[in-house]
């Protein structure tokens, strides 16, 4: 037995000494040649816990996690930075990082006769209507006369208005119908004062519409929606709302991707090509007169239902103060005469309407209490419908249902660390945490996750609307490409109706000591989309900053958010009980 526990010892020594071995691992940037046009770059990542860490002689502080972050200004040229971890023992492990830092040249004008690049907005393969503007910007040898196909002139920029670059040359064109134009090819043609001619050909291809056979078509699959514009980020474009499907809509333009709705005569929206199925020719432009309209309730909702001739758009909105749902229909006109109100709607206080112009009613839905407690427009054959739902009869977490949404999963890795720990293992873990504290207190709880596993949003978000709960948690960590100034909690939300949520969550955040980094609104976020509950994002600290990825790492402070996040929603409960409209 002795020889045994002898045998053991040594056994978990050599791996207790083989963890301390010296060694770099580069996260952020992985690569050791590293080509960049910034002068300030930071590199973190991470190495054995007691080892001490130098570049180019100079000491970096190791966080107790084996993490590090250090910034770099670096001069135009190459760089070579050494790194070197060394062990009590002395034992040295080094890496080099090569920088090429090579500063921006500015931009410089063209000395030859010759178009050095040509612009249109907008550009790629684009369906246009008479009366739509394509804009040209071309960048070529100064002092010359540019034209698109000889037609339409494009005049030099002064470098007042270019940043100080001259040969900047643009102009602008109004689509007619027929357009001569935009039947040939485009190309831009510059002629300098000696008679010569150099030519450039656009990439762009734009196609005139024929107003008088319109393109119809209806929305299809799950989750359908229009956006503002065209605009984009990394979680996409501004969207409006949602809508339902088989919603029939004008289609007036394509642009790359999207199609371009009227949802009323001064009124665009976009909406993905993949979300629409354009129907045969000759469909009618989508218009209907409303019919009565009906407001009642049952044993879960109140429902607003108004009687249409087909499926036309829809956008939704919220209002504050008092709190209000607001419903736009394009292409109705009303022809409501009367709105039956039965005893049986709980919620809704008042409903009426305005037609706002011609080809677009607006209905207003009055509530009960202060605080919205979610609702969801949808049709039922040709009866646009709101359902809305009602302020839980007790506020007590006991008789709640609480959805926790533990951010990304499975091939969705997230955010990584310093340590290389990925915001999908730390998510999960902050989410188990809320989900027994909340069970304690007598909530049923649902988790879109409970393993790492692949859920797309679509599948998140089609989940909660059949689970229905009262309220939303979605947990994620943040990240800053500079791990070492970025920093703090934040909460976020898309519905100003749904924000004191998520202020009272971060409220409870930053009690633990982080820094706040803000409670963000309009948020594009998928999970911050449906209007069928209260819902929040948390970020609930940077997992870039080796700091913060401590304590994130540390189940004693995921605890400690755990806790936070849950008197947050207590604290908007309490809110909730006594605010009456």
């Not at 609930?540 to 304590?551: A, G």
Request: with cysteine; aromatic share 10%.
């Amino acid at each position: 037995m002795k020889t045994i526990f002898a045998i053991l010892t040594c056994m978990v020594s050599a791996i207790c000494c083989q963890a301390q071995k010296p060694y770099i691992h580069l996260v952020h940037p992985s690569r050791t040649t590293i080509y960049t046009d910034h002068r300030i770059n930071y590199i973190s990542g991470n190495t054995c816990k007691k080892c001490t860490l130098s570049v180019n002689g100079q000491t970096i502080k190791v966080y107790p996690t084996g993490a590090f972050a250090v910034a770099f200004d670096l001069q135009p040229g190459d760089s070579i930075l050494l790194f070197k971890s060394k062990n009590h023992e002395g034992t040295l492990y080094t890496k080099e990082v090569v920088y090429h830092y090579r500063v921006p040249a500015p931009p410089l004008p063209d000395t030859t006769f010759s178009i050095e690049s040509a612009q249109t907005f907008p550009s790629g393969n684009c369906w246009l209507k008479p009366g739509d503007i394509i804009r040209f910007k071309v960048k070529a040898q100064t002092g010359n006369r540019v034209t698109i196909n000889d037609v339409v002139p494009l005049y030099e920029q002064p470098v007042s208005q270019t940043y100080g670059m001259p040969g900047i040359y643009q102009g602008s064109y109004v689509v007619k119908i027929n357009d001569p134009l935009l039947s040939n090819s485009l190309v831009v043609k510059m002629k300098n004062p000696q008679g010569n001619s150099v030519s450039y050909s656009l990439s762009s291809n734009f196609s005139v519409l024929n107003t008088d056979e319109p393109i119809v078509g209806k929305t299809i699959g799950p989750l359908p929606y229009l956006a503002f514009g065209l605009g984009t980020d990394r979680l996409g474009g501004a969207k409006i709302s949602y809508l339902d499907t088989a919603v029939l809509l004008h289609i007036t333009g394509m642009f790359g991707n999207n199609y371009r709705v009227e949802l009323a005569r001064d009124h665009s929206a976009y909406i993905p090509i993949n979300d629409v199925l354009l129907l045969s020719k000759g469909a009618f432009i989508p218009h209907s007169l409303s019919g009565s309209w009906k407001v009642w309730g049952d044993s879960l909702f109140d429902y607003v239902s108004i009687g249409l001739n087909e499926r036309l758009p829809y956008t939704t909105f919220q209002e504050i103060n008092p709190s209000r749902i607001v419903l736009d229909i394009y292409g109705a006109t009303s022809n409501t005469n009367w709105i039956t109100q039965l005893q049986s709607a709980k919620e809704i206080k008042n409903v009426w309407y305005q037609q706002i112009s011609d080809d677009v009613l607006r209905v207003i839905i009055e509530l009960k209490h202060a605080q919205a407690w979610g609702y969801l427009a949808y049709y039922h054959g040709n009866v646009l419908t709101v359902s809305v739902k009602r302020q839980p009869k007790n506020l007590s977490l006991s008789h709640l249902t609480i959805a926790i949404d533990p951010g990304h999963g499975g091939t969705n890795l997230g955010a990584q660390g310093p340590t290389g720990v990925y915001e999908k293992t730390v998510t999960l873990q902050i989410a188990k945490k809320l989900q027994a504290l909340l069970k304690q207190s007598g909530t049923t709880v649902m988790m879109t996750r409970t393993s790492d596993e692949s859920k797309n949003m679509v599948e998140r978000t089609m989940f909660l609307r059949e689970a229905n709960p009262d309220l939303l948690v979605s947990i994620h960590l943040n990240s800053s490409n500079d791990p070492i100034h970025v920093g703090g909690t934040s909460t976020y939300y898309r519905y100003i109706g749904f924000r004191p949520l998520s202020v009272a969550i971060l409220k409870h955040i930053e009690a633990l000591g982080l820094q706040e980094y803000g409670n963000v609104g309009r948020f594009n976020f998928s999970l911050n989309g449906p209007t069928d509950y209260p819902n929040a994002l948390v970020e609930t600290l940077f997992i870039s900053n080796p700091q913060e990825e401590m304590k994130a790492l540390n189940p004693v402070f995921q605890e400690k958010i755990a806790e936070a996040i849950k008197a947050g929603i207590v604290d908007f409960l309490k809110g909730a009980k006594d605010g009456d409209n």
